[in-house]
């Protein structure tokens, strides 16, 4: 049997009807609409002479017995963000099942292959994506868990419970992974990047490494109609000259910057601002630029400050190293996109995906996007050419058969 892209543009159709509606793709982790999306793909999995399982941590795995016991593992998630849109996720689980069909079809592949749907990557309902796949590498810990609520107030622990999850458990989902020797994964690319290129297919090199911080002013609230200019301390005025800096620290580094909140204290219209609190979100693939670029934002805080006669203070909200994928793995990757599409591109992936707690876990990993519409994801607006779907499922495919000889040979 052949590889056929079309069926899957066909069942991602299918999918959206059985889970969507007309805000969006509703399929949110530990939801009915997911069990839906889940039990329509075990139906087409059953089809394949594959072993069906569920780990631990609720991930699902579809394993295609080969003449080796090393494995490939193809990967996604089919859980969606409320009202999202109909490709993020659940187009890289599809791929991944057309291209099993197309080795099953031909008898035993030299290595095992193994198809995973990841539980609850988003996180949409309790804030802590990337659920199953970090549960399986091992960069979860259970207690920072334990005390999440969704909106209603329903606890993690308790909706996991109907899955038949335990968080005392969870963690166990690692053994999956004891003969992986390849992950990949297709994605759309949920950016703008290629779409201004005019390509359809990408190489993604790794995922950024984030430093988040909240950044606070304090100056001295005071009166905004007796209190001449030049006897102010206006956290504001600090906080703004930084906030157009960080932006040419972003430029100079080739990385990302943004300042996301800004809060001002007391925020009325009649009083200078007493202590202003913005945050920081800084981004890059290199650690060593990554590292720069928030040093500088540190210097150039300190200079504010003093210009403004104000104090600053920082504190880290959260962090994560830039995680970059095999370079073998990333060689074959463009090779599979320039059969495919005559032209590649490699660029680094602004969000996390489960492929990032693949590598952080040891296993050579790489990922391949694929264009975005207007670069729109995470709304039912997300879209992308259906031509292009094809294309993907094809690239994944050829690098499937690169990466089965590739493990094969080690
Ligand atoms: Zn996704």
Redesign the pocket.
Known sequence: MALNPQRTVDELKDLRARTGNADGAQRVAFTETWDTARAWLREKLEQLPVEIETDEAGNVWATLRGASDKELLIG??MDSVPNGGWL??CL?VLAGLEVLRRIASEGTPPVTVRLVDWAD??GARFGRSLFGSSAASGSMNPDDLRDLTDKQGIKLVDAIARYGLNLDTVKQSNKQLKNAKAYLEL??E?GPVLESMNLPLGVVLGTFGVERHGIRFTGQSAHAGSTPMNQRRDALGAAAKLALEIREIAKRHGGVCTVGSVVTKPGIVTAVVGQCDITLDQRHLNAESLAKMLQEAKDASERFAKEENVGVEWSRLWQIHPILFNQDLIEMADEAVRETAGTSHRLPSG?L??AAEVARAGIPTVMLFVQSLRGLSHAKEEDTKEEHIAMSVEALDKLATKAMRWVAAQ
């Open positions: 996604g998630h993020d996720g890289n990557e988003e994605h759309i949920q969000p995906h489960d």
